[in-house]
């Protein structure tokens, strides 16, 4: 089973598994992708981008989770958003992120669009990372 790669600081496309024996998506693996690894100044915001499963409601796919990965040196509320449209975005998930101690966020697939956000606290960062990825179930 293989993955898609992408040069550095790209998105890799998403890739649909299939299983030969039934010739509907696998639900077996997943895909992850880099978010961000920019500091934010106090109070500023990272949104991260729009990940999208790649089929309409309704249509099976293989994914069964989207996650989040956050870690900084300074305290931030962290969210998992998810859109019907692209466009308007409803919060699925939210979590204080506290300075020094990683947090990972899971929400189940209910929308077709997904991304990553953190809102920093009054403190610019020093170090800051954030990934996400859509997992099997």
């Known amino acids: 089973m293989t993955f898609p790669t992408a040069p550095s600081g790209q998105m890799a496309e998403p890739v649909f598994l299939v ?19 920019t500091a934010l100044a106090a109070s500023a915001t990272y949104t991260g981008s729009s990940r999208d499963v790649g089929v309409a409601a309704g249509t099976v796919q293989p994914f069964a989770f989207f996650n989040g990965f956050f870690a900084s ?22 979590s204080p992120l506290l300075a020094g101690t990683p ?35």
């Open 73 to 94: 040196d300074q305290a931030g509320v962290a969210y998992l958003d998810g859109s019907n449209d692209n466009s308007t975005w409803f919060t699925c998930a939210t």
């Open 19 to 37: 299983d030969p024996a039934t010739n509907l998506p696998s639900t077996a693996g997943g895909i992850f992708n880099t978010g961000s690894t």
């Open 103 to 137: 947090l990972t966020l899971s929400v189940p697939v209910m929308f077709r669009y997904h991304r990553a956000r953190l809102v920093n606290g009054v403190t610019a960062q020093s170090t800051f990372v954030s990934n996400d990825a859509y997992t099997a179930g």
